[in-house]
């Protein structure tokens, strides 16, 4: 089986958490920066990565890396990487991304040409041709330059990792799944603990937690662009990751999930996307405003992204919506809450200073994800 360097991308901020996913399913990691986490593993974990990670972006597969600060170094750098390992002699290659922070190459443009231009003068001299068809499978490479450090990946996830494909219809302003996931695995929440979503929207947060509770793998109803490429990851080895995402699936598991939204059209598509997802019968969904939020039981969780004004409401309403929320909030009196927003006046709306505030970046925007702890069961204090 063929070993290899696996890069996974995340959001700014969640390394962390992806980091414990990689250690859980079973491998080690050996780099952690800024939005990547790396690891070692072999054709296996590339499957079994792409179907069970929540929280990464997508896998790559490490081609090698090299600095540059001048497009000749660029050229011979890529051209002195072993591309003929990876993509066939009919093989349809790309550099689809190239991004560069703090670094002397800057254009994605003319690095992406560049660098296409040294992978055929490669190509052409290890498979003896002059032109090359591109009639095969699809083989898109990936390419951030860090301190003119570049780094080459072959994307084996193709489509993101954040879509699981339960999320047909979308809200208006949809949380991304993985960010979703990574929030999630950020609380103390369980699957045998309480959790209410009061602006579910299209239901992105209970259908994650219900698909963690049944332990349902987020990429087990969707393929890969690796599944085509037989000689990097044979064709058994995602049968059996497959096989062992969906023999794990376990949809007996008891659940008290609960989503809510003012918007009687959301609350349809938030019951959709479940149905699609296969986890309808954990999640309750229901038309009602935050203002009437009543909940029984005790130790609940309410995980939630309220509107937060840039691409919903007039910004003039957040403070009496979260004043709102924190009204509800408080009459649970022993639930705690957990908030991602952009919105500033989060803490002075709710009427609380939040016990943790971390900054985390949903893709340009500046969010921020407050836990306000509530108290925790007797027999978890004591133990
Ligand atoms: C930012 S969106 C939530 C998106 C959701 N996380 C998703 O992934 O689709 C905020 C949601 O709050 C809902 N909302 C606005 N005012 C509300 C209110 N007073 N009570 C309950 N829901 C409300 C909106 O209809 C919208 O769906």
Request: a neutral charge; glycine letters at 8%.
């Given at each position: 089986?063929?070993k290899?360097?696996l890069?996974?991308?995340?959001h700014?901020?969640?390394e962390?958490v ?9 491998y080690?990691v050996?780099?952690?920066?800024d939005?990547?986490?790396s ?5 296996e974990?590339v499957a079994?990565?792409?179907?069970g ?5 997508r896998?790559l597969?490490?081609?090698g890396?090299f600095?540059?600060?001048t ?19 009919d ?9 560069s922070?703090k670094?002397?190459?800057?254009s994605?443009s003319?690095i992406q040409?560049i660098m ?17 068809p591109?009639t ?9 330059i860090?301190?003119?450090n570049?780094?080459?990946?072959l994307d ?12 047909k219809l979308t809200?208006k302003?949809?949380?991304a799944e ?5 929030l999630l ?15 579910c ?5 209970p259908?994650?937690?219900?698909m963690?509770a ?5 990429g087990?109803n969707?393929?890969?662009i690796a599944?085509?490429?037989n000689?990097l990851?044979?064709r058994?080895?995602w ?10 699936i376990?949809l007996?598991?008891e ?8 918007d ?12 699609l ?15 009437d939020?009543?909940q ?6 309410i995980?939630t992204n309220p509107p937060?004004?840039?691409?919903l ?6 403070p ?6 924190g ?8 639930w705690?809450m ?5 919105f ?6 709710v009427?609380r200073?939040a016990d943790?505030n ?5 893709g340009?925007?500046?969010t921020?994800?407050y ?5 925790k069961?007797?027999k978890r204090?004591?133990?």
């Open positions: 089986m063929r290899y360097e890069i996974a991308p995340c700014f901020g969640l962390s992806l980091k414990r996913e990689i250690n859980d399913l079973g080690d050996t780099e952690t920066v939005g990547r986490v690891f070692a593993g072999d054709e974990a079994r990565a792409n179907i990670l929540r929280t990464a972006d896998v597969i490490k081609i890396s600095k540059a600060v497009y000749d170094e660029l050229f011979e750098g890529t051209k002195a990487l072993p591309w003929e390992d990876y993509i066939p002699s093989g349809r290659f790309n550099v689809v991304k190239a991004s922070i670094s002397t190459l800057f994605p003319d040409s296409k231009k040294a992978m055929v003068e490669r190509l052409k001299l290890k498979y003896n041709l002059s032109w090359f591109e095969g499978h699809d083989y898109p490479i990936r390419v951030t860090l301190n003119d570049v780094t080459v990946g084996t996830s193709g489509v993101t990792l954040q879509k699981r494909g339960y999320r809200a302003a949809p949380i993985n960010l979703a996931a990574a695995n950020l609380t103390p929440w369980h699957a045998d603990r309480i959790l209410v979503d009061p602006f929207g299209s239901g992105t947060f259908i994650e937690a219900a963690k049944a332990n349902m793998a987020p087990v969707r393929d890969f599944c085509d490429w000689d990851v044979g058994s080895v049968k059996d990751a497959f096989d062992e995402a969906r023999e794990a376990d007996s598991v659940t008290d999930i609960k989503g809510y939204d003012l009687k059209d959301m609350v349809d598509i938030a019951r959709a996307n479940a149905r997802a296969g986890v309808d019968k954990l999640i309750h969904f229901q038309q009602q405003d935050i203002k939020l009543r029984p039981g005790h130790y609940g969780f995980i937060y004004g840039e691409r409401e007039e910004k003039k309403d957040l009496a919506l979260y004043g709102t929320l009204e509800r909030f408080r009459a649970l009196s022993d705690s957990f908030v991602i927003t952009s500033e006046g989060t803490e002075a709306a009427g200073k943790k971390r900054k985390i970046y949903n340009m925007m500046k921020y994800f836990s306000f702890m509530g108290k069961p007797e204090r004591q133990s």
